[in-house]
């Protein structure tokens, strides 16, 4: 005869280690960290979204952006900036794309992975967001739990784009 024990930690394997340690995350702040009397901050704490900044705009629309500052001695050290972040985003983006494919037992373009990358930081900071790169964090979670194709970070970007845009 099987414990009903049994059927619970078999239920607990088959699910995905990330959700598992966001439940974990959360017991702990609401059993063992609030009770203390302290609490973790959270993005709304440092900064309340609203619907005037839920949607991106662009940074020429945007009057918190002064580029009255911007002068020739200021280049040298833009283009130097831009220059590290680069190498430093194509330098993840690729080792992502080399795990990616270890994972898939696939083959990628690595022109098309920074390229991809430059056009999409171009489109941010035109909007007036920060550029990033591929994370090897979530690529190798989205592997892990079954995502082989292109529909595994589309959904996630748009989840994330839902949770900034649609559930600030």
């Known amino acids: 005869m099987l414990l009903p024990p049994y059927y619970l930690l078999k239920i607990l394997f088959q699910l995905p280690s990330s959700l598992l340690s966001?439940?974990?995350?959360?017991?702990?702040e609401m059993l063992v960290v609030r009770p203390l009397g302290y609490r973790t901050e959270?993005?709304?704490?440092?900064?309340?979204?609203?619907?005037?900044?839920?949607?991106?705009?662009?940074?020429f629309l945007n009057d918190e952006y002064g580029l009255s500052k911007l002068n020739m001695a200021s280049l040298p050290t833009i283009f130097?900036?831009?220059?590290?972040l680069c190498a430093v985003g194509s330098i993840e983006s690729l080792m992502t794309a080399?795990?990616?494919s270890s994972f898939t037992k696939s083959t990628h373009h690595s022109g098309m992975v920074v390229a991809a990358m430059a056009v999409g930081n171009v489109v941010s900071g035109f909007l007036g967001g920060m550029g990033?790169?591929?994370?090897?964090g979530l690529s190798t979670i989205a592997c892990l739990n079954g995502g082989r194709r292109r529909i595994a970070?589309?959904?996630?970007?748009?989840?994330?784009?839902?949770?900034v845009a649609a559930a600030y």
Do not use: K, R
């Open 98 to 100: 080399e795990v990616v």
């Open 42 to 59: 959270t993005i709304g704490d440092i900064n309340e979204f609203t619907s005037a900044d839920a949607l991106p705009v662009p940074f």
């Open 153 to 163: 970070p589309v959904v996630t970007a748009l989840a994330i784009f839902v949770c």
């Open 80 to 84: 130097l900036q831009g220059v590290l």
């Open 132 to 136: 990033g790169n591929a994370m090897i």
């Open 22 to 28: 966001i439940v974990a995350a959360l017991l702990i």
